[in-house]
């Protein structure tokens, strides 16, 4: 039996998960404090824009070599190797950070060497230059977050999901404070001091995680040297194969994220600073639900595929896909309804002007609609992952990739649509992805979504749609308009100005919906907070 095998069950998965949630959730509440500052000291302007695309560009091998796909390949091999020899899996540990790091201390200069040559070589806009330019300032950043994935993954092995969801509260809050030293600075003058913030707010992730890290492994190998490092080590190069593969799939989505900055600026000079603050809305409800469920989920996956425990493998993704849908199909019905207000309220005021604010609520409108598939795909990735296969996730990424390619081409080029095309986009390719994933995993596993699956989704939909209309309702006859209504038309005459105004708006008509949601689903019995084991590993 692999270690921790014998604690796996649907409650330690939960669990694990709350401890995941509740790390990511309080960064994540800090990351929406540096998002508001940002917006109120700077707004959408299109210096802030650019700054934006350079942190996308400069952070493109984050996902590659530290989260990720490297994450989602070291933990299942991670776990393999320990069932071996535990001694060797930290070994591996330390021997793939040692190669990540000489990787990246030659990688890093010579990309900021070549950028510097490209601005010389070439003649090239000055918003192109400013972008360039700010990608080179934020360059070295990428060494610390990619160590911090590391470090975060063998976390998750040992359980300790919390720290590794806490992490990022460091980062988010030197960047707070260096957005807000610069409040007397205009934004073209800020941004290249604000790159300095970036680099440190990375150092601070990695050190972090540090002092859980290091008595993790002085545990599991005692004293060990430098000179011990062996970067060709037969379990390294093991590790190759779904490396590769997981960063084509996982580089075509970063290579995605980085090319809808760049339509996002083709349709508007302020396109990407919509798109960025919208998404920091919707991925607090995919990060703290779905990314914490799959990140709960991979190493009982592979410890259960290790041990050709297919009960209890379907099992425990079978319930993380109901829990999962129970919970982001209400988020998905509320962003689109109080979509506006919650922009307002985070973001309206100082520079962040009526413009940006109906500019935003139409891109997180689009990336809405693409919160279930999203979620889902999170969690039937790691199903492929825990048996090493990686083949079938690397090709639906690169499909979604080429259908959002297609669709923004066609919608910003041909139509002439504006950024929140961008935004969905980006959730109907995430559609095409969750259904071959979902197709491949049922004919290579069987593990299909359980009969009840269906109709829990309709009780939970119905409850919400239910929800939905009343709060509509509550809201015209409070207000006389309804807020959603007035975006869509781009006639927004009476949205909430004074902070007190905005709270209360929010949390009268969020309480409605989450009460009338809540109510419902007891009334039709929905399964969500059911706790009974119906497999125990």
């Known amino acids: 039996m692999l270690p921790g095998m014998q604690h796996d069950s649907n409650r330690?998965?939960?669990?694990?998960?709350?401890?995941?949630?509740?790390?990511?959730?309080?960064?994540r509440l800090t990351g929406l404090l540096r998002d508001v500052v940002m917006a109120f000291v700077f707004g959408t302007s299109a210096a802030v824009a650019a700054f934006m695309v350079a942190f996308r560009f400069s952070h493109l091998l984050r996902?590659?070599?530290?989260?990720?796909?490297?994450?989602?390949?070291?933990i299942p091999h991670f776990e393999e190797v320990r069932k071996r020899n535990p001694e060797d899996a930290f070994r591996l540990f330390l021997n793939l950070n040692g190669a990540v790091t000489l990787f990246l201390l030659v990688l890093i200069p010579l990309s900021m060497f070549s950028l510097w040559g490209l601005t010389h070589a070439f003649t090239l806009s000055a918003g192109n230059l400013e972008i360039i330019n700010l990608t080179i300032l934020m360059l070295p950043g990428l060494l610390f977050i990619c160590l911090y994935g590391l470090n975060a993954a063998l976390l998750q092995c040992e359980?300790?999901?919390?720290?590794?969801?806490?992490?990022?509260?460091?980062?988010n809050l030197i960047w707070t404070v260096a957005a807000w030293s610069l409040?007397?600075?205009?934004?073209?003058?800020?941004?290249?001091?604000?790159?300095?913030?970036?680099?440190?707010?990375?150092?601070?992730?990695?050190?972090?995680?540090?002092?859980?890290?290091?008595?993790?492994?002085?545990?599991?190998?005692?004293?060990?040297?430098?000179?011990?490092?062996?970067?060709?080590?037969?379990?390294?190069?093991?590790?190759?194969?779904?490396?590769?593969l997981g960063i084509i799939g996982v580089g075509a989505s970063q290579i995605n994220s980085a090319v809808d900055a760049v339509f996002a600026r083709w349709a508007d000079s302020e396109g990407p600073a919509y798109l960025w603050y919208s998404i920091r809305i919707q991925q607090l409800p995919l990060a703290l639900f779905g990314i914490a469920l799959a990140g709960a989920l991979l190493p009982p996956l592979s410890r259960a595929a290790k041990q050709h425990d297919w009960k209890s493998f379907h099992y425990f993704l079978d319930e993380s896909l109901i829990r999962s849908y129970a919970l982001m199909a209400p988020l998905t019905i509320a962003l689109l309804i109080l979509g506006p207000g919650c922009v307002n309220g985070l973001y309206g005021r100082g520079d962040?002007?009526?413009?940006?604010?109906?500019?935003?609520?139409l891109c997180l409108w689009g990336y809405a609609i693409g919160l279930i598939p999203m979620t889902q795909v999170l969690l039937v990735a790691p199903a492929f992952y825990a048996q090493g296969n990686y083949r079938f996730t690397t090709i639906a990424s690169v499909i979604a990739v080429a259908v959002n390619i297609v669709l923004n081409t066609v919608m910003i080029a041909f139509l002439g649509l504006g950024a929140a095309s961008v935004a969905a986009a980006?959730?109907?390719?995430?559609?095409?992805?969750?259904?071959?994933?979902?197709?491949?995993?049922?004919?290579?596993?069987?593990?299909?979504?359980?009969?009840?699956?269906?109709?829990?989704?309709?009780?939970?939909?119905?409850?919400a749609l239910l929800a939905a209309g009343v709060t509509v309702a509550v809201e015209y006859a409070w207000r006389g308009?309804?807020?959603?209504?007035?975006?869509?038309?781009?006639?927004?005459?009476?949205?909430?100005?004074?902070?007190?105004?905005?709270?209360?708006?929010?949390?009268?008509?969020?309480?409605?919906f989450v009460g009338v949601t809540i109510t419902l689903a007891f009334l039709l019995r929905v399964r969500v907070l059911k706790q009974e084991e119906a497999v125990e590993a």
């Open 12 to 27: 330690s998965i939960l669990k694990s998960a709350g401890s995941f949630l509740t790390g990511t959730l309080i960064s």
């Open 63 to 74: 996902r590659l070599l530290g989260e990720g796909c490297m994450q989602t390949a070291f």
């Open 159 to 171: 359980q300790k999901f919390f720290l590794a969801g806490v992490a990022p509260v460091a980062f």
């Open 183 to 244: 409040r007397g600075h205009t934004a073209e003058e800020a941004m290249p001091w604000l790159t300095g913030g970036i680099v440190a707010a990375c150092l601070a992730q990695w050190a972090i995680t540090l002092p859980a890290t290091w008595p993790i492994l002085k545990k599991g190998i005692g004293r060990f040297h430098w000179k011990e490092l062996n970067l060709i080590s037969p379990d390294l190069r093991q590790l190759g194969v779904p490396l590769f």
């Open 352 to 361: 962040f002007d009526d413009a940006a604010i109906a500019g935003t609520t």
């Open 426 to 463: 980006t959730s109907l390719s995430s559609f095409v992805n969750y259904f071959l994933l979902s197709r491949w995993l049922a004919k290579q596993t069987h593990a299909t979504q359980p009969s009840l699956f269906w109709p829990e989704a309709l009780k939970v939909t119905a409850a």
């Open 481 to 512: 308009d309804i807020y959603c209504w007035q975006i869509w038309r781009g006639v927004a005459e009476s949205r909430p100005h004074t902070l007190v105004d905005q709270f209360l708006y929010l949390t009268v008509l969020g309480g409605v």
